[in-house]
């Protein structure tokens, strides 16, 4: 009874040594005397007791690899000291058993050696612009040099760029510089663009006062015509109305009387322009002036042209 028990209990022990019950996301190697047979997905798995082992249990995950500090040259020759993160994941689980001695270890090393190679391409302004092409083409060069490890770089990103103190005061003097030549040329700009709107003001201004002055010149012209207009009018139907008193019975005698006493007015008002003046001889004699002015409109009558007189019926 006792043999019984002891096989059945040799028998169970043995049954349950070659359950394997494997873990979401991990892949386990098998070998067979030392030798690869499969690999265990997850879930619940066999293998020969006492004659399959588990070789290597390989994680699935991404995982986040840091990159120790290291020392880089650009391509001006100016030493700078960065350091990043790396994550990758298992593609290939036979590949990263039997690929790589120690997959995590080797990776790190390619990183920076990669890392070195790129950093050396470019100078160390554009250090700093291109940290995002720098971060691919890293990725791209592990992944090349990866594929026979079974690892797949997925990003890698710079964490850190340290530089000399010189250097970085360098840099900041010239940042400052470049800021105060931006803020100079803005405000030339500025004043230039002040100037530029002033001198087209004022140049609309005159175009404005000139053709208000054009406006104004035509408009006075047009009034001055039309008052010329208007008097030669009030000047002719002034002189028909003259011609035709002449013609009415009396009229002669009107005029003659109209103009003595225009040419007396005359003498007045040349008193008062000038203290010089030349007076007839017989300015005691107010009626000799007058007959003096009618033998003048008379004498002017004689030698003028003829004009037909209108006949009042």
Known sequence: MLIVF??????????FRGIKVVPEQQVWIVQRFGKFTRKLEAGLNW?????????NKVFLKEEAID????????QDNVNVILDGIV???????VATTYGV????HALTQLVQTTMRSEIGKIPLDKTFEERESLNAKIVDAI???ALTWGVRCIRYEIKDIKMPEDIRKAMELQMTAERQKRARILESEGVRQSHINQSEGMAQARINESAAAQIDRVNRAKGEAEAIIVLSNATAQGIERIAEALGRVGGERAA???????YIEAFKELAKETNTIILPSNLQNPSSMVVEAMSIYDAMKKKSVPYPIPVEK
Do not use: M, R
């Open 6 to 15: 002891l096989s059945l209990f040799i028998f169970l022990g043995v049954l």
């Open 47 to 55: 293998i020969v007791p006492f004659i399959d082992a588990i070789a």
């Open 67 to 74: 990159v120790p500090e290291q020392t880089a040259i650009t």
């Open 87 to 93: 994550y990758v994941k298992v593609s290939d689980p």
């Open 101 to 104: 001695k120690n997959p995590i």
């Open 143 to 145: 992944n090349e040099a």
């Open 256 to 262: 003659s009387l109209q103009i003595a006493e225009k």
